[in-house]
């Protein structure tokens, strides 16, 4: 059964400081690994997408690595502004699952101070 | 592109209600997902629709739970006789699902989730 574990649970920063997300999960047999933005009481927004096959995936600010065969992905956030505070959730896509049975971790609670 | 919409947004009942919720996917995804989360907790599976066909369950999805998607569009998830634990968000997702043997899955998209209070 993937487990995934997020560290730090929670993170506070002060605007203009580079963030790191760390993303850990058990079973290295993945389609793929999808980050998650999720605002208070709101549903989830896909960040950024990374698949088994690649090392990392940019967009923008943001920037996620994967080392499949160590079971861990990072989110880096560039330059954070008080709107990327937010809890960031990763979520690793099994392969031979059918669908994206996504299983999440605990996510990082994000505050970014101005 | 509408996004994934679900309805109603909030939703307050006594125990022992029922309740229906409605999800509508991206209109091309073929996949539907729901999951549930409680506070402070990642999301966790409960079911998922290929087109209309109801492919896996998770075992969180008791009795009382049964969800449809009857025409392989929208879906909707039916809670009977509901408990206090039943109090959650309760979410929807879709994605574009590439057929054929060990092919990749691609992005799932969330909706805004309903939040579920049983009092």
């Known amino acids: 059964k993937q487990e995934v574990t997020q560290i730090p649970a929670a993170l506070s920063v002060p605007e203009g400081e580079n963030l790191v997300l760390n993303c850990s999960f058990t079973?290295?047999?993945?389609?793929?690994l999808q980050w998650f933005r999720q605002d208070p009481g709101k549903g989830l927004t896909s960040l950024l997408l990374?698949?088994?096959?690649?090392r990392e995936q940019t967009s923008g600010r943001l920037n996620a690595s994967l080392d499949k065969s160590s079971g861990r992905s990072t989110l880096y956030i560039a330059a954070s502004q008080p709107g990327d505070s937010a809890t960031y959730l990763c979520?690793?896509?099994?392969?031979?699952?059918?669908?994206?049975?996504?299983?999440f971790g605990g996510g990082t609670r994000v505050l970014v101070k101005p | 592109d509408t996004g994934v919409s679900q309805n109603p947004r909030h939703k307050i009942t006594k125990r022992g209600q029922n309740v229906t919720f409605r999800c509508d996917p991206i209109?091309?995804?073929?996949?539907l997902y729901w999951y549930r989360q409680t506070l402070g907790q990642g999301p966790e599976f409960l079911t998922y629709?290929?087109?209309?066909?109801?492919?896996?369950k998770s075992r969180l999805l008791s009795d009382r739970f049964s969800a449809e998607r009857p025409k392989g569009s929208f879906s909707t998830l039916e809670i009977q006789r509901t408990e206090q634990g039943d109090s959650a968000m309760y979410l929807c997702?879709?994605?574009?699902?590439?057929?054929?043997?060990?092919?990749?899955?691609?992005?799932?998209?969330f909706g805004q989730g309903t939040r579920l209070t049983v009092v």
């Open positions: 997702a879709s994605s574009l699902g590439i057929l054929g043997a060990d092919t990749m899955n691609t992005e799932a998209f």
């Open positions: 079973d290295s047999a993945i389609y793929n």
């Open positions: 990374i698949q088994s096959s690649q």
């Open positions: 979520a690793p896509d099994p392969r031979g699952a059918a669908g994206n049975k996504l299983t």
């Open positions: 209109s091309e995804h073929n996949r």
């Open positions: 629709f290929q087109n209309e066909a109801q492919l896996e």
